[in-house]
């Protein structure tokens, strides 16, 4: 199926460290969206985005929506142990018949050593 | 507020038969979408309901089949079960033409 490219794939970083992971796709999106999974859960929506250029932030969370609509980046700052998950970008498109579906990344999986 | 619940949360089946994924949508949602997700990947959209009529679907066959209940609660079908279908199968529930979507804990289906 299609997925978006996310990058990295996997990160270990040392808790206070900054965290910054992107996506890219080669379609147009008119949203995107950044979601985090914990094991044994669902994804949990963080953070969506809605207009090229837009930069939103949820506490130590900023994305921001690529002005060529093709990307987004996330980046966590100040890193603790509770932000260990798997975090997933995902665009929507509207296919022909006007219905909205969800592309996912393959998820960057985050470990902070505290 | 409720939220989004799923049952059962882990099945195992053998190749061929046939399992019924169930999920009761947030309160106040009336669309229901349905993913899989294969260990390791993200999740690939399979179908959504809306007002109990499939709204668009992903690339999944026939065997993969929906309902959606005047509750708003659906239920995901799939026949002739292959090894290849063992994933966490997630429902994600929202207000129509929102991309805002909650999603349940997920059903685990292991296919022996």
């Known amino acids: 199926g299609q997925q978006l490219n996310q990058s990295p794939q996997s990160m270990f970083i040392q808790e206070g460290e900054d965290v910054s992971m992107n996506c890219t796709s080669s379609?147009?999106?008119?949203?995107w969206l950044w979601y985090k999974q914990e094991p044994g859960e669902g994804p949990v929506l963080l953070i969506a985005l809605y207009k090229a250029g837009e930069l939103t932030s949820n506490g130590r969370l900023t994305a921001q929506f690529g002005i060529t609509r093709k990307d987004s980046f996330l980046n966590i700052s100040a890193s603790i142990p509770s932000d260990v998950g798997i975090y997933f970008c995902?665009?929507?498109?509207?296919?022909?018949?006007?219905?909205?579906?969800?592309?996912w990344g393959l998820g960057t999986s985050l470990a902070v050593n505290p | 507020e409720t939220g989004v619940t799923q049952s059962p949360t882990h099945l195992i089946k053998t190749r061929g038969q046939q399992v019924t994924l169930r999920c009761s949508s947030q309160?106040?949602?009336?669309?229901v979408s349905w993913y899989q997700q294969a260990l390791g990947q993200g999740p690939q959209f399979i179908f959504q309901?809306?007002?109990?009529?499939?709204?668009g679907r992903g690339n999944f066959p026939p065997r993969f089949s929906g309902l959606q209940f005047p509750n708003y609660s659906s239920e995901l079908n799939v026949n002739a079960l292959e090894l290849d279908d063992s994933a966490l199968y997630l429902c994600?529930?929202?207000?129509?033409?929102?991309?805002?979507?909650?999603f349940g804990p997920g059903t685990r289906l292991l296919v022996l």
């Open positions: 995902a665009g929507q498109s509207i296919d022909a018949g006007n219905n909205r579906k969800l592309i």
């Open positions: 994600a529930s929202s207000l129509p033409g929102v991309e805002t979507q909650y």
């Open positions: 309901y809306y007002r109990e009529e499939e709204n």
């Open positions: 309160s106040g949602h009336n669309t």
């Open positions: 379609s147009i999106f008119n949203t």
